[in-house]
């Protein structure tokens, strides 16, 4: 498992599935506006790569997120379209409505840094949002993210055209915090 100050990346469990389905895939709001595509509903039991991980997926690393204080999950973090030529990778994440705005989102975003840079040795990490999506804006910013863009009217999320940010880091930004 990998450690922040307040979450752990771990493997997805089986029990996590039916949670994160209800909470954040089942949610037609939160998952336009955090997904790139339509939302669709998500059959209980089907192999959907958002849930059911393919450890044969070697470009997508998801994980599940839990508070460290007591264990419980509380949401999904990936790293994903990872390019070992550009050593670039996307981050991604998304937490259960109640533990939104907590720190936590932070905290994930430097844990990500952590297995991208370090574990992974990759070069640049991106993330794409919602030109309104602060907590999300913040919390890579807190990580020494910087704007490179906005990304005009590129997502259509529920009715309107809305605006990306599109943000980058580099391994020689990144102010490491020390961690185990
Ligand atoms: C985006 C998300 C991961 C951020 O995680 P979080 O735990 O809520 O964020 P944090 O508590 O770490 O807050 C980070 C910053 O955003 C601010 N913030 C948090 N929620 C906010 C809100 N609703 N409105 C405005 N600012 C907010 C915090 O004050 C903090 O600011 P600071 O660094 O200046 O003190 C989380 O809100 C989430 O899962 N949202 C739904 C899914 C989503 O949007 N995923 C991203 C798709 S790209």
Redesign the pocket.
Known sequence: MLRGNKVGLRARHEDDIPVLRTELYDDVV?SS??EGGPWRPITPGSKDPRLVVDDKEQGHVPFSVVELDGNTLI?SATLWDIDTHNRSAHV????LPA??????????VAVLCHYGFVVRGLQRLQ????SD????L??AE?NGFVREGVLRSSAWVMGEFMDEVLLGLLAQDWKQESRA
Do not use: Q
């Open positions: 939160n506006r955090a949401g991604g994440l998304g937490l533990c939104r705005g907590k720190g936590y989102g932070t905290d994930v993330i794409e949002t919602l999506n602060t907590a999300m913040r919390s807190r």
